[in-house]
């Protein structure tokens, strides 16, 4: 997560990633700005300690799970995965579509361990191996769609490169984002409801997610207008490819929606 200040603001410091952005607020649609909006009073960034993660199904687990790419927990040394290893290597198994490596552990309790794994259409596998007391038995797998989970009062936003400037090179430490909230606001700016950004670097790829502390229900729904970040990514962004985090699968910034 990053540092977020506005014009007047203060600054938040990230957890996962250093970096500092600084608001100038305007008034802009997804592509081009509309008009000039008013200084933001300062005001404490709420994304304070921000660590969002995600969710498939019972447990959460951080978004380098999905930036990770084919994982290898079938292989651990402990019981749960020992199970998994059997159920997968049974010819008998339900669904031959389902492989037999690549698989992430996205939690445990001691009673339950979940694992994944992603698909090609950016869905995941998702079996529970259980304790009885006796042993570990794996549930019959499940497909699911990752989402993001969110705390109480936060809401999802999307972001993308501001298109009327030039790509950021390999040697650029941040760049400017336009992000727009998914609720409905009545056609009004996020402004100083934005909420981060949480950046996560996971080898060649950095994810960049904001959300947005909701407004007060609105009648109408009109498009919202987008609203100007900087955001610092605390280094060079190098070889890496930015993805908003806010969307699944991970965004591409160069294009909205």
Request: aromatic share 6%; net charge positive; with cysteine.
């Amino acid at each position: 997560m990053a540092r977020a200040r506005r014009e007047l603001g203060l600054v938040a410091r990230p957890v996962l990633q250093a970096a500092r952005i600084v608001t100038a607020v305007a008034c802009f649609s997804v592509l081009t700005a509309c008009s000039d909006a008013p200084p933001i009073p300062p005001q404490q960034d709420p994304g304070v300690g921000l660590a969002l993660r995600y969710t498939c199904g019972s447990f959460s687990f951080t978004p380098e799970v999905l930036a990770a790419g084919p994982g290898h927990d079938e292989r651990r040394p402990d019981a749960p995965a020992a199970a998994l290893r059997r159920y997968l290597a049974d010819p008998a198994r339900p669904d031959p579509r389902i492989p037999a490596a690549g698989w992430h552990l996205l939690g445990t309790d001691g009673r339950r361990a979940e694992f994944a794994v992603q698909n090609a259409d950016h869905t995941m596998w998702d079996v529970m191996v259980r304790s009885d007391g006796s042993g570990w038995a794996v549930s019959s797998p499940v497909t699911c769609q990752p989402r993001l989970r969110l705390p109480a009062g936060l809401g999802r936003a999307d972001w993308i490169l501001d298109p009327t400037l030039p790509p950021p090179p390999p040697t650029a430490t941040g760049f400017t984002a336009l992000v727009t909230e998914r609720s409905c606001a009545g056609g009004r700016s996020a402004g100083d409801r934005i909420v981060g950004p949480q950046v996560v670097r996971s080898g060649d790829v950095i994810i960049v997610i904001f959300v947005i502390r909701r407004a007060v229900a609105v009648a109408t729904c009109p498009p919202n207008p987008a609203t100007r970040i900087v955001v610092d990514l605390g280094g060079p962004l190098g070889v890496s490819t930015l993805f908003d985090g806010g969307r699944l699968p991970f965004g591409d910034p160069t294009r909205s929606g």
